[in-house]
C-alpha cells in the first residue's frame, strides 16, 4: 500500500505519517521545503557590496563594531563579542568562568553535540544531565537532588564524589529557542557552587520573562550559522555582562595579541576566534530584521497550530509559560503510544521533499561520550523517540 491507507477499515483513514505530510504541506506549499533557511531580505546586498567597495572584508571596517552594538541593544546585554561560530564562543567562555583541564561540565544530554565538544576543547569532561518535559531543557529539580547525593562541597568547590573531579560549570541549553528555566538552574549552580553558562545558540530573540536568554549567566553564547534564526553565514557572539571578563575574552579571541603599533606580542595562547567584517556586514542586516522574522516564526506556529488540531496524536511543542521563545524550529511531540510510527513520519515526509528530523541522538550514545558521566537518562530517552523538527523557515510574503 503506498496510498497510506489501512485495507482493513471500512472507512480508510491515512495513516498518521500521510496527514501529518498533507499537514504540512498545507501550511507550506508545494515544493521542496526544507527545515529552516535564512530570509535575505534586506540591506544583506548593500553592506556586502560596502565591504567589497572599501576592500574591509577581513578585520578592518565599521561592521563587527556595528554588530556588537547592535547585538547589545537588542539582548540588553552590556557586551557582545562577535565571534566565528558559537562553538568557538562557548569554548572561549568555559575557558573564562575558570574550566581547565580533567574538570566536568554539567550539560543537557539531549543538545547538538557542539556543547559537549565545547566543553572537551577545555580538556574537560562533559556530564550529561536530563532533561523535562515543559521546556525540553536541564531537568533543575533532578538536577538538585542528584547533585545533593552525589557530590560534596570542599573549599567550596563542587566535587563529584564517584570520580573525584571537580564539577565546575553548568551549561543550560534553550531548546529549539524555548527558554530553559533559568530561575531555578542559577539556584541549582549558586547553591553548588557551579559557574553557570547559557548555550544561547537558538534562541536570539527568546526572552525568559523580561529579559533575553544569553544574559543570565556569567556568559551566554548565541550562534549565527546558516540554519538558526538570523545568519551571518557563520559567526556566534559571547554575551556578558562582566566588563573585566569581556575584555578577556576579546583578547583570548583575538590572539592573545597585545595591542600596540606594529608589535606581535601575545601574552598567552590565544585563539583566532575574532568574527570579519564581511559576516559582520551580513549580521547587521540580518539583526535590522529580526522583528519581523520573529513575527514571521509566530504567525507560523499559529498555523501549524490550526493544522495540527486536527491530528489528534500530535502536538506542538509550546512556549513554556513566563518565557517567550523565538521558535525557531517548529517541534511535533508524538503521543507515546505514536513512537513506533517516528521513523515513517519521518521517512514519508522527507521522500515527499518535506525535510523534518527527529531530535539529536542523546549525546551520552555517541562514541566519544559514552565513558562520560550521566545521571538517570530517561526523560531524554523518553521524549527523543517523540520529538520531530518540522520545516520552520518563514518568508515575510508566504506567512
Ligand atoms: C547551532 C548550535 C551550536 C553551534 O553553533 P555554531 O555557530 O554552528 O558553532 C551550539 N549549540 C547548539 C545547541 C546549537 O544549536
Known amino acids: 500500500m503506498d496510498n497510506g491507507t489501512d485495507p482493513t477499515n471500512l472507512v480508510s483513514i491515512p495513516s498518521l505519517a500521510y496527514r501529518i505530510k498533507d499537514a ?32 574591509c572584508v577581513a578585520s578592518a571596517g565599521r561592521f563587527v563594531e556595528k554588530f556588537e552594538a547592535d547585538l547589545v541593544q537588542f539582548t540588553g546585554s552590556k557586551h557582545a563579542i562577535a565571534v566565528v561560530n558559537a562553538t568557538a564562543g562557548l569554548h572561549v567562555s568555559l575557558r573564562l568562568v ?64 564517584r570520580t573525584g573531579r571537580r564539577i565546575k560549570a ?28 547559557e548555550d544561547a545558540a537558538e534562541s536570539i530573540g527568546s526572552f525568559y520573562g523580561e529579559q533575553h536568554t544569553g544574559t543570565f549567566g556569567k556568559f551566554g553564547v548565541l550562534s549565527f550559522n546558516g540554519n538558526k534564526s538570523i545568519t551571518t553565514g557563520g559567526g556566534g557572539a559571547i554575551l556578558t555582562s562582566d566588563a573585566k571578563l569581556a575584555g578577556k575574552a576579546r583578547h583570548l579571541v583575538s590572539t592573545a595579541k597585545v595591542p600596540h603599533e606594529w608589535e606581535y606580542r601575545h601574552d598567552e595562547i590565544g585563539y583566532n576566534y575574532r568574527m570579519p567584517n564581511l559576516n559582520a556586514a551580513l549580521g547587521v542586516a540580518q539583526l535590522e530584521q529580526l522583528p ?5 516564526k509566530g504567525c507560523l506556529f499559529e498555523k501549524y497550530e490550526r493544522e495540527f488540531s486536527l491530528i489528534s496524536e500530535v502536538n506542538l511543542l509550546k512556549e ?12 511535533l511531540v508524538l503521543s507515546p503510544d505514536q513512537r513506533h510510527e517516528r521513523d515513517q513520519i519521518l521517512q514519508i515526509t522527507n521522500k ?26 530517561s526523560q531524554t530517552d523518553y521524549w527523543y523517540d517523540l520529538l520531530i523538527n518540522i520545516p520552520s523557515s518563514t518568508s515575510f510574503d508566504k506567512h
Open 24 to 55: 504540512i504541506r498545507a501550511v507550506m506549499g508545494p515544493g521542496t521545503v526544507v527545515l529552516s533557511e535564512p530570509i535575505l531580505m534586506g540591506n544583506e546586498w548593500l553592506y556586502i557590496k560596502e565591504c567589497l567597495d572599501t576592500c
Open 98 to 161: 575558570g574550566v581547565t583541564s580533567n574538570d566536568e561540565v554539567l550539560v543537557p544530554a539531549m543538545t547538538f553535540v557542539a556543547t559537549a565538544n565545547a566543553v572537551s576543547y577545555c580538556g574537560a569532561i562533559p556530564h550529561f544531565v536530563d532533561i523535562e518535559p515543559v521546556t525540553l531543557g536541564i531537568d533543575a529539580v533532578a538536577l538538585r537532588d542528584y547533585l545533593y547525593e552525589n557530590t560534596e562541597q570542599r573549599s567550596r568547590q563542587c566535587i563529584n564524589r
Open 170 to 197: 553548568l551549561v543550560p541549553m534553550h531548546t529549539f529557542g524555548h527558554p530553559s528555566n533559568l530561575d531555578l538552574l542559577l539556584s541549582v549552580a549558586h547553591d553548588f557552587n557551579l559557574e553557570l553558562v
Open 292 to 296: 519581523q522574522i520573529l513575527a514571521a
Open 320 to 331: 513554556p509559560p513566563g518565557a517567550k521563545s523565538n521558535y525557531w524550529l517548529q517541534t
Open 352 to 377: 515527499s521533499g518535506l525535510m523534518t528530523r527527529p531530535a539529536w541522538v542523546p549525546l551520552y550514545r555517541l562514541n566519544p561520550y559514552e565513558a562520560s558521566p550521566r545521571m538517570d537518562l
